[in-house]
């Protein structure tokens, strides 16, 4: 998903938040340790925080819906000085909306697998063989549908280069959408095509 154009879906619902000057503001803060020479983080520990009142932009694809709610949510969170994070956690392939639990053995792309999915990126980087665990711990909707709140920790090998990466990810709404002003601000349902291409490096 990440590095491509995001594809017709069933139903999407995309919701890009530019807020600066605006008094409500979503935040999400990620957190990451990797391994010594691990490729995605650099080997690097981290702690980011994303506001969209500082200029940054936050942007979260909720997807293929099970029984009213996402089996996929897909953040991609910029900052101002051009520092990238890019998170996606999926239970499609289970058949059951994202929910509160723990997930294990998730890949970076499931399909025909029966398991649930993971992705990872820092600055475009990112990896193709992830086998990770993760661990949801705070999942909210507000009335319409759209992501509130979100807090999920993550413990991911990745390949074919051997590294760990171990983090966290959390997440707050707005509690108000002002109108769009030379902002993105999409709804779509019943197959929308979107938006955000992104190169990506990946490791071969």
Known sequence: ?????????????????ALTGVSHAAVATVMYQGS???????????????????????????????????????????????????????????????AVGNYTDAVRNPFPEVLPGFDFAVANRGSNEYRADFTI????????GMLSTLEATFDADTG?????IIGSISYASVTAIPEPSGLLLVVGLGGVCFVCRRKRSRLA
């Open 160 to 164: 074919p280069v051997p590294g760990t």
């Open 137 to 144: 711990t705070q999942l909210s909707y507000d009335a319409g």
């Open 36 to 98: 010594a020479g691990e490729f995605v983080t650099q080997g690097q520990t981290e702690t980011i925080r994303f506001d969209s009142n500082e200029g940054g932009v936050i942007t979260i694809a909720q997807l293929f819906p099970i029984d009213g709610q996402s089996s996929v949510l897909d953040f991609n969170l910029n900052r101002s000085d051009g520092t990238r994070v890019a998170v996606r956690f999926s239970s499609t392939q289970l058949g059951t909306p994202l």
């Open 1 to 17: 998903m990440f590095g491509q154009w995001l594809r017709i879906r069933d139903v999407v619902s995309i919701c890009t938040l």
